[in-house]
C-alpha cells in the first residue's frame, strides 16, 4: 500500500463518526436528552424508587448491597456422568446456582435409542431419559442444599419435575426441601426448533401443571421462567421481545387462574428469562420498561394484591445471536458489555455466554472465562455499589418511556389479533418473526449494521478459537446403551401399571394435573418418551412427535 493510501486511511479513520442515529431496534435517538424528554408524570408515578412500585428501578430497595444476582452457567453435554463433573467443576470455580439443560432428544421428548436421535444424543444437552440419569447427573450433589435450574423448556419439562422429584423422595426428601427453577415455557419452543412436539394445547396443558404442582407444593421454587430469551434470538427487536414474551406469560396466567388457584398463590414465583445484547442502552431501558409494565399489568390488570406479584423477577442469558465465529476472541468483550448492561438493569440471576460458542460447546477454559467475567462485573468494577446507576438520566428515562410505550402498542396489536393463542394459530407471530429475521441478515450482508471481524474489521486469516470441545462418540454409544438395558431389566408390569394410571388421570379432563401420576411412573422406570407420549396420545396427538414409533405398551 503506497504512503498516499496509508495516509488517507488514516485521516479517515481520524475524522470517522457514528452514522446510527437509532438504536439496535430502529427506535430514533436525539443528539442529547434533557428535562425536556423525561415523563412529565410525578417522580412516584413513573419512576418510583428501588423497591417501589413500578419497580422501574429495581424490585429490593438496596438492590446487589442485599445479595449478588446468582451467578449460573449453562452445562449440559454428552453423559449425565460428564455433565455432573462439569457441575462439580462450575462450583468449584465460583458459581452461585446451577443451570442444566436437556439435549435435543430430550427437548423432543423422545429418548435416547430413537432412531432418529442418532448422532444427536448429549451433543448440545445432557440427556434427561429416565430417573436414572437424573441419579447419575445429580450424583454427590445435595439437592436440598443448592438451587437447580432445569432449563426444560418444552412439553418435556413436566417429565424432568417428575425426574427430579422422584430422586428427591428417593433420598427422603419432601418437595417442600427443594429450591431452583423450571424454565417450562413450551409455547415458545415452537420457534426454537421444536414445533411438532409443542402442540399449542399440549403446551398450555403441561405449562400449566407445573405452575400449579409447584405451588401447591414447592414454596420454593420458581415454576416458570417464561423465554423471552430465544424469542429475541430468532431477530426481534428489544419491544418485541417483551412484547410477545409477555403476551405468552399471560395464557399461562389465564390457564392457572382456572385451576382456582388466585393470582396472588403463584405470581410471587412467575419469572423471565431475557436477552442482553449489544445495544448497551437500550438493554438496561428495556429491562426497567418491563419490570414497569409487568407491575402495572399485575396489579391494574389482574388485580394482584400482594406487591411481591408485581415484581418482574428476570434472569439474563447474554446474546448468543450477537456472537459471531469469525475472530472469537472479540466475543469475550461483546459478552463483558452485555453483562454490564444486565447488572446495572438489575438482575437477579444471569448467564454469561462463552466466547467459543458459536463453534463448539464451551470448553473448561472458556466457561470458566465466563464465570470470571460475572466475577470481575461483582467485585472490581464497582457497578453492583448502587441500585439503578442510571436512573434519573435524561437519556435512560428518555428511552424507558420510548421502549414502553412500544411494548404496550404491539401488546394491543396482539389483542387486536384476538389475543396470543390466536396470534400464533394464526401464524402471524410467525411471520412477525421471519421478517425481523430477514430484516436483521440483510443489514448485516449490506453492512448497515456493523459486526466487527465479521462485516467490517475483518482479518481474514482469522484467530483460532484454541482447543474447541467435542462430545466423544464413546458417550452417546454409553447413553443408547444404558437406555436399552433399563428397558431389559425393568419390570415391565409395574411400567404399563404406572403408565395405564397416567392415561387414565389424564383422560379425567384437561384440569387434572398429571405430575403425581408422573412422579410414579419415573420411580417405576418409564422413560420420558412412553411418560410424554401416553399424555400425547389422550391430547389427540400422536404417541412420537416424529410419527417413528409407537406405545409400547397401550
Known amino acids: 500500500m503506497g504512503e498516499s493510501k496509508k495516509d488517507q486511511n488514516l485521516m479517515d479513520a481520524y475524522y470517522e463518526k457514528t452514522t446510527e442515529l437509532k438504536s439496535w431496534s430502529g427506535l430514533p435517538l436525539k443528539d442529547f436528552y434533557g428535562p425536556q424528554d423525561v415523563s412529565k408524570a410525578d417522580y412516584e408515578t413513573a419512576v418510583g424508587a428501588p423497591g417501589s412500585y413500578p419497580y422501574t428501578r429495581g424490585i429490593h430497595r438496596d438492590m446487589f448491597r442485599g445479595r449478588y444476582w446468582t451467578r449460573r452457567e449453562v452445562t449440559g453435554y454428552g453423559t449425565p456422568e460428564e455433565t455432573n463433573e462439569r457441575l462439580k467443576f462450575l462450583i468449584k470455580e465460583g458459581s452461585s446456582g446451577l443451570n442444566v439443560i436437556p439435549d435435543i432428544p430430550s427437548i423432543m421428548g423422545i429418548d435416547s435409542d430413537h432412531p432418529r436421535a442418532k448422532g444427536e444424543t448429549g451433543v448440545q444437552g445432557v440427556p434427561m431419559c429416565t430417573l436414572q440419569d437424573m441419579e447419575l447427573l445429580m450424583k454427590d450433589l445435595s439437592l436440598e442444599k443448592i438451587s437447580m435450574s432445569l432449563i426444560a423448556s418444552s412439553t418435556q419439562t413436566p417429565v424432568a419435575l417428575s425426574q427430579y422429584l422422584a430422586l428427591a423422595q428417593n433420598r427422603g426428601l419432601k418437595p417442600a426441601d427443594l429450591a431452583g427453577t423450571t424454565q417450562n415455557d413450551p409455547i415458545h419452543c415452537r420457534y426454537a426448533g421444536f414445533r411438532n412436539s409443542s402442540p399449542i394445547n399440549l403446551a398450555l396443558k403441561t405449562g400449566v401443571d407445573v405452575i400449579e404442582y409447584c405451588t401447591r407444593n414447592m414454596p420454593r421454587w420458581y415454576p416458570i421462567n417464561v423465554n423471552l430469551y430465544d424469542l429475541r434470538e430468532q ?251 433399563l428397558r431389559e431389566t425393568r419390570d415391565e408390569r409395574k411400567v404399563k401399571e404406572a403408565l395405564l394410571g397416567l392415561k387414565s388421570r389424564a383422560e379425567t379432563g384437561e384440569k387434572e394435573n398429571l405430575i403425581p401420576a408422573m412422579i410414579e411412573a419415573s420411580r417405576n422406570d418409564a422413560t420420558l418418551a412412553e411418560i410424554l407420549g401416553t399424555v400425547r396420545m389422550v391430547m389427540g396427538e400422536p404417541y412420537d412427535p416424529l410419527g417413528v414409533l409407537t406405545h409400547p405398551f397401550l
Not at 300 to 309: D, F, Q, T, W, Y
Request: with cysteine.
Open 235 to 485: 431477530g426481534l427487536s428489544a419491544p418485541q421481545e417483551i412484547a410477545f414474551g409477555f403476551s405468552m406469560a399471560l395464557l399461562y396466567i389465564q390457564g392457572v387462574l382456572e385451576r382456582d388457584l388466585p393470582v396472588d398463590a403463584f405470581a410471587p414465583r412467575f419469572a423471565f428469562y431475557c436477552s442482553a445484547h449489544i445495544d448497551f442502552f437500550e438493554e438496561i431501558a428495556k429491562l426497567r420498561a418491563a419490570r414497569r409494565i409487568w407491575a402495572r399489568i399485575m396489579r391494574e390488570r389482574l388485580g394482584a394484591k400482594n406487591p411481591k406479584s408485581w415484581q418482574f423477577k428476570f434472569g439474563v442469558h447474554t446474546a448468543g445471536c450477537s456472537l459471531v465465529p469469525q475472530e472469537p476472541v472479540n466475543n469475550i468483550i461483546r459478552v463483558a458489555y452485555e453483562a454490564m448492561a444486565a447488572v446495572l438493569a438489575g438482575v437477579q440471576s444471569l448467564h454469561c455466554c462463552s466466547y467459543d460458542e458459536p463453534i463448539a460447546l464451551p470448553t473448561e477454559e472458556s466457561v470458566r472465562l465466563a464465570i470470571r467475567t460475572q466475577q470481575v462485573l461483582a467485585y472490581e468494577t464497582g457497578v453492583a455499589r448502587v441500585a439503578d446507576p442510571l436512573g434519573g438520566s435524561y437519556f435512560m428515562e428518555s428511552l424507558t418511556d420510548q421502549i414502553e410505550e412500544e411494548v404496550n402498542a404491539i401488546m394491543e396489536e396482539i389483542e387486536e389479533k384476538g389475543g396470543m393463542k390466536k396470534a400464533l394459530e394464526s401464524g402471524w407471530v410467525d411471520a412477525q418473526m421471519d421478517e425481523a429475521s430477514l430484516k436483521y441478515q440483510r443489514e448485516i450482508e449490506r453492512g448497515e449494521r456493523v459486526v466487527i471481524g465479521q462485516n467490517r474489521f475483518r482479518v481474514e486469516e482469522g484467530h483460532p478459537v484454541g482447543r474447541a470441545h467435542r462430545v466423544s462418540p464413546e458417550a452417546e454409544e454409553k447413553q443408547i446403551a444404558r437406555v436399552k438395558k
